[in-house]
T-cell receptor, first 112, second 114 residues
Framework: DQQVKQNSPSLSVQEGRISILNCDYTNSMFDYFLWYKKYPAEGPTFLISISSIKDKNEDGRFTVFLNKSAKHLSLHIVPSQPGDSAVYFCAASAAGTYKYIFGTGTRLKVLA | DSGVTQTPKHLITATGQRVTLRCSPRSGDLSVYWYQQSLDQGLQFLIQYYNGEERAKGNILERFSAQQFPDLHSELNLSSLELGDSALYFC?????????????FGPGTRLTVL
């Protein structure tokens, strides 16, 4: 049972435009969400997180939106840069479980 | 560089064999997590240790085991290896135990079972 789903395996965006990566979850107990970026031959690196008490969190060019009623979160990258080309994973956690459930990832390609 | 180190970087072995993957967390981090990433799959959580104690278990096979030592490094032992165990294995560490923690990932160990 895939509790965290990233239904778009890949996405291509023109440099300078907005990239929107989506993530859906099924477990209503999840209350903390993170996005990670992964380059080839490297481990994932943390990008941004959001707690369920918020609906938006911003860090520079990266903004995460959380819609609890729809069990949906999205990562917006504005403006997109070629260096943003990577695989992006969303992850979710429920209080007291001490573990994160990861989605299958979305491969973003930013075209110059 | 996340500060998390994993050895070896690559490992090629045969079915039925046993291997040990090693992870050293960031300095000061007490929690260690192990993940498996098979081809085109997400990161599957295997197990978590905090200060030497197992704290959470995911979809870890009985053929797999892990431990965290007093110096906080961790080892993941995979035995009776099967072709399907070929994957990238990541270790991550975090400072605290709770869920609201950023995890720092190592570069991974690529295991190939022939």
């Amino acid at each position: 049972d895939q509790q965290v789903k990233q239904n778009s395996p890949s996405l291509s965006v023109q440099e300078g435009r907005i990239s929107i990566l989506n993530c859906d979850y099924t477990n209503s107990m999840f209350d903390y969400f993170l996005w990670y970026k992964k380059y080839p031959a490297e481990g994932p690196t943390f990008l941004i997180s959001i707690s369920s008490i918020k609906d938006k969190n911003e860090d520079g060019r990266f903004t995460v939106f959380l819609n609890k009623s729809a069990k949906h979160l999205s990562l917006h990258i504005v403006p997109s840069q070629p260096g943003d080309s990577a695989v992006y994973f969303c992850a979710a956690s429920a209080a007291g479980t001490y573990k994160y459930i990861f989605g299958t990832g979305t491969r973003l390609k930013v075209l110059a | 560089d996340s500060g998390v180190t994993q050895t070896p970087k690559h490992l090629i072995t045969a079915t039925g064999q046993r291997v040990t993957l090693r992870c050293s967390p960031r300095s000061g981090d007490l929690s260690v997590y192990w993940y498996q990433q098979s081809l085109d799959q997400g990161l599957q959580f295997l197990i978590q240790y905090y200060n030497g104690e197992e704290r959470a278990k995911g979809n870890i096979l009985e053929r797999f085991s892990a431990q965290q030592f007093p110096d906080l490094h961790s080892e993941l032992n995979l035995s009776s290896l099967e072709l399907g165990d070929s994957a990238l294995y990541f270790c991550a560490s975090s400072e605290r135990l709770g869920s609201y923690n950023e995890q720092f990932f190592g570069p991974g160990t690529r295991l190939t079972v022939l």
